[in-house]
């Protein structure tokens, strides 16, 4: 899935009205899992120069950036994260560990060639999914509009559950730009 899907899934499983450190927390988890990924291919893209070509074809795939995808795609270390959140009753560390491992779960079956090792440290054993989230030569465009009426779904049960503007907005803010760019890419093809 796309990274705001993440996040309004992470926001409607684990967010709570009224109460912004826990939600501030599962947004937080529910990007996690990508930020390693824009922050690289970010530097690699706009500062070093490389064309997104390279970025996406040989730094996506080299070592030591799949070193670093293992480490925040971890089902092990997001699981005792969650497990320090629930012994040391941690409300927001529920919310942040809970979105992150959400966010895993949801990628897993999503990802073909571009799948991360979730099972590290105990395994560098990679799931390559028949389905991918975004190439349509593996299902990219029906998932692209399974994704666009999952992110309906979500913002319309978000704009239903927090009432606060500065809630209602970041929802939008988040969700809106996500159902343009899923129908941009669906239905351009």
């Avoid at 799949?66 to 270390?77: I, P, R």
């Avoid at 992150?100 to 073909?112: K, Q």
């Avoid at 803010?173 to 669906?186: E, K």
Wanted: charged letters at 10%; proline letters at 4%.
């Amino acid at each position: 899935m796309n990274s705001p899907t993440h996040i309004l899934l992470g926001a409607a499983v684990f967010g709570r009205p009224e109460q912004k450190t826990i939600n501030t927390a599962a947004i937080l988890g529910a990007i996690l899992p990508d930020l390693s990924l824009y922050a690289m291919a970010g530097y690699s893209l706009f500062v070093v120069g490389n064309s997104a070509g390279y970025v996406f074809g040989t730094q996506y795939f080299s070592t030591e950036w799949q070193d670093v995808f293992k480490l925040d795609n971890s089902v092990f270390v997001w699981g005792f994260l969650l497990a320090v959140g629930i012994v040391r009753a941690r409300p927001w560390l529920v919310a942040f560990s809970g979105s992150g491992l959400l966010h895993i779960a949801t990628d897993f079956p999503l990802h073909n060639d571009d799948a991360r090792q979730h099972f590290w440290p105990v395994s560098d054993w990679v799931f390559e999914s028949p389905i991918s989230y975004w190439d349509a030569a593996r299902f990219g465009n029906t998932v692209a509009v399974l994704e666009t009426g999952l992110c309906v779904l979500l913002m319309g049960f978000l704009l239903i559950r927090f009432k606060s503007i500065v809630s209602r907005s970041m929802i939008v803010i988040c969700g809106v730009p996500q159902l343009a760019f899923i129908a941009a890419t669906a239905f351009s093809h």
